[in-house]
C-alpha cells in the first residue's frame, strides 16, 4: 500500500515537536505539505523536512486536497473546527490537536459532520502513551494496586511571569488557560484509568500578572468516577517546587511516580523518535510501589508517542480501532466546561 498522504497545518511547537516527526518517521505516511504563516516557522519545516511543500495558507492547502488522505490540524485551539471542518468538506480524514474545540457543543457537531461525510476523526491525546502513565495503566490492570480510590496527577511548571505566546493571550471563550491546555490530558488520563465521571469540583485560578487573557494558570479539578474513586488534577504554571507526577492508592498498595515522560524534552532539543533510547525514563524519574516499610521500585515503560499513528494507519486501513475515539474528547470537553462554571 502507498503510504498515506499527509498535511501538517501549523508548525509551533504542537506541528514541529508532536507530530511531524513521528509522520516522518512512520513508513506508512508521507509528510507532503506543512501549512505555516510565519516566515520563519517555513524556514524550519523546510530544514526538517525537505520533501515536503510548505504553504503559507490552509487555503492552497485545500486547492490541493486531491493529493492528501490525512490532515492534522496543529494550531491554537479557537481555529481548530473551521479548519477541521474545512478538511473533511474536501474528503480528508483528520487528527485534532488537543484541545479538540472550545466548546462540547462545537466538539459534538464537528464529530456528527465527520460521521456524515464518512471520513475518521481522532484527537491526538498523545498523553495516553506516556511512558509512567503507560506503566500505571498496567499496574491497575494487573491488579497490583488492588482496587484504586484515590489518583493525584500533576502537571505543574515554574513560569511565573506568566505563559507566552497565543497561550498568554487566548481567552476561555476560546479554548485558553491552563484547563483547556494541560486539564485536557489530565482528565483524559482519569477518565481512561478509572472510568466515567459523575461529578465534579473544581478550583479554577488565574495567578500571573497581566491584563492580557482571563485564562487560568493555576487550577485544581477533583472527579468522583461513577465506580467511587476520586481523581484529583493539578495543573499549574507557578509550582516553585515540584510534587509528583502521580500518587495513585488502591486497597493493596499504593504508587509514586516522579519525573516527566521523557519525549517532548528530547524532540524539543532535536531528538528523533527513531533513536535508539527515544521514550526511555532518564534516571531522575522514579517509581516505587507499595505499603509503608515495604515499597519497591518499578522500571518505568517507554514512551511512545508514536503508537498514537500506528494505530491510525490500523484504523485508516480498516484494520482496529482509532487510537482515540473523538466522544472521548467531548466528554472531557463536558466536565473542563463543569469545571469552569464553578470557577472562583
Same mark, same amino acid.
Given at each position: 500500500?502507498?503510504?498515506?498522504?499527509?498535511?501538517?497545518?501549523?508548525?509551533?511547537?504542537?506541528?514541529?515537536?508532536?507530530?511531524?516527526?513521528? !509522520? %516522518?518517521?512512520?513508513?506508512?505516511?508521507?509528510?507532503? @505539505? $506543512? #501549512?505555516?504563516?510565519? &516566515?520563519?516557522?517555513?524556514?524550519? *519545516?523546510?530544514?526538517?523536512?525537505?520533501?515536503?511543500?510548505?504553504?503559507?495558507?490552509?487555503?492552497?492547502?485545500?486547492?490541493?486536497?486531491?493529493?492528501?488522505?490525512?490532515?492534522?490540524?496543529?494550531?491554537?485551539?479557537?481555529?481548530?473546527?473551521? !479548519? %477541521?471542518?474545512?478538511?473533511?468538506?474536501?474528503?480528508? @480524514? $483528520? #487528527?485534532?490537536?488537543? &484541545?479538540?474545540?472550545?466548546?462540547? *457543543?462545537?466538539?459534538?457537531?464537528?464529530?456528527?459532520?465527520?460521521?456524515?461525510?464518512?471520513?475518521?476523526?481522532?484527537?491526538?491525546?498523545?498523553?495516553?502513551?506516556?511512558?509512567?502513565?503507560?506503566?500505571?495503566?498496567?499496574?491497575?490492570?494487573?491488579? %497490583?494496586?488492588?482496587?484504586?480510590?484515590?489518583?493525584?496527577?500533576?502537571?505543574?511548571?515554574?513560569?511565573?511571569?506568566?505563559?507566552?505566546?497565543?497561550?498568554?493571550?487566548?481567552?476561555?471563550?476560546?479554548?485558553?488557560?491552563?484547563?483547556?491546555?494541560?486539564?485536557?490530558?489530565?482528565?483524559?488520563?482519569?477518565?481512561?484509568?478509572?472510568?466515567?465521571?459523575?461529578?465534579?469540583?473544581?478550583?479554577?485560578?488565574?495567578?500571573?500578572?497581566?491584563?492580557?487573557?482571563?485564562?487560568?494558570?493555576?487550577?485544581?479539578?477533583?472527579?468522583?468516577?461513577?465506580?467511587?474513586?476520586?481523581?484529583?488534577?493539578?495543573?499549574?504554571?507557578?509550582?516553585?517546587?515540584?510534587?509528583?507526577?502521580?500518587?495513585?492508592?488502591?486497597?493493596?498498595?499504593?504508587?509514586?511516580?516522579?519525573?516527566?515522560?521523557?519525549?517532548?524534552?528530547?524532540?524539543?532539543?532535536?531528538?528523533?523518535?527513531?533513536?535508539?533510547?527515544?521514550?526511555?525514563?532518564?534516571?531522575?524519574?522514579?517509581?516505587?510501589?507499595?505499603?509503608?516499610?515495604?515499597?519497591?521500585?518499578?522500571?518505568?515503560?517507554?514512551?511512545?508517542?508514536?503508537?498514537?499513528?500506528?494505530?491510525?494507519?490500523?484504523?485508516?486501513?480498516?484494520?482496529?480501532?482509532?487510537?482515540?475515539?473523538?466522544?472521548?474528547?467531548?466528554?472531557?470537553?463536558?466536565?473542563?466546561?463543569?469545571?469552569?462554571?464553578?470557577?472562583?
Amino acid at each position: 500500500m502507498r503510504p498515506l498522504r499527509t498535511a501538517v497545518i501549523g508548525f509551533g511547537v504542537s506541528g514541529r515537536i508532536f507530530h511531524a516527526p513521528f !509522520l %516522518a518517521c512512520d513508513e506508512a505516511y508521507s509528510l507532503d @505539505h $506543512v #501549512v505555516t504563516g510565519d &516566515p520563519g516557522r517555513a524556514r524550519q *519545516a523546510r530544514q526538517a523536512h525537505p520533501g515536503a511543500t510548505v504553504l503559507a495558507g490552509a487555503g492552497e492547502l485545500f486547492a490541493r486536497a486531491g493529493e492528501l488522505d490525512l490532515v492534522v490540524v496543529a494550531t491554537p485551539p479557537q481555529t481548530h473546527v473551521a !479548519l %477541521a471542518t474545512a478538511a473533511l468538506d474536501h474528503g480528508l @480524514h $483528520v #487528527v485534532v490537536d488537543k &484541545p479538540f474545540a472550545p466548546t462540547i *457543543a462545537q466538539a459534538a457537531a464537528l464529530v456528527e459532520h465527520a460521521r456524515a461525510a464518512g471520513r475518521l476523526l481522532t484527537v491526538f491525546q498523545n498523553r495516553r502513551f506516556d511512558g509512567d502513565f503507560r506503566t500505571l495503566r498496567r499496574l491497575v490492570e494487573d491488579g %497490583a494496586l488492588g482496587d484504586v480510590h484515590t489518583f493525584e496527577s500533576r502537571f505543574e511548571w515554574w513560569k511565573p511571569q506568566g505563559f507566552r505566546g497565543w497561550k498568554a493571550t487566548t481567552p476561555v471563550a476560546d479554548g485558553g488557560g491552563i484547563l483547556f491546555d494541560l486539564g485536557t490530558h489530565l482528565i483524559d488520563q482519569a477518565r481512561v484509568l478509572l472510568g466515567p465521571v459523575e461529578d465534579v469540583w473544581a478550583d479554577v485560578v488565574r495567578r500571573a500578572p497581566g491584563p492580557e487573557s482571563d485564562g487560568d494558570d493555576d487550577t485544581l479539578v477533583v472527579l468522583r468516577h461513577a465506580n467511587g474513586a476520586r481523581s484529583r488534577l493539578f495543573m499549574s504554571g507557578l509550582a516553585a517546587a515540584p510534587a509528583p507526577r502521580f500518587h495513585v492508592l488502591g486497597s493493596r498498595a499504593g504508587v509514586t511516580m516522579w519525573g516527566l515522560d521523557p519525549q517532548e524534552a528530547a524532540l524539543a532539543a532535536g531528538g528523533w523518535p527513531s533513536d535508539p533510547d527515544f521514550g526511555r525514563a532518564p534516571q531522575a524519574n522514579r517509581a516505587t510501589i507499595g505499603v509503608p516499610r515495604d515499597t519497591r521500585a518499578v522500571e518505568l515503560e517507554r514512551g511512545d508517542y508514536g503508537r498514537f499513528y500506528r494505530l491510525l494507519a490500523a484504523a485508516l486501513a480498516g484494520e482496529g480501532e482509532l487510537p482515540v475515539d473523538p466522544q472521548d474528547a467531548v466528554d472531557v470537553l463536558a466536565i473542563i466546561e463543569r469545571a469552569h462554571g464553578l470557577r472562583h
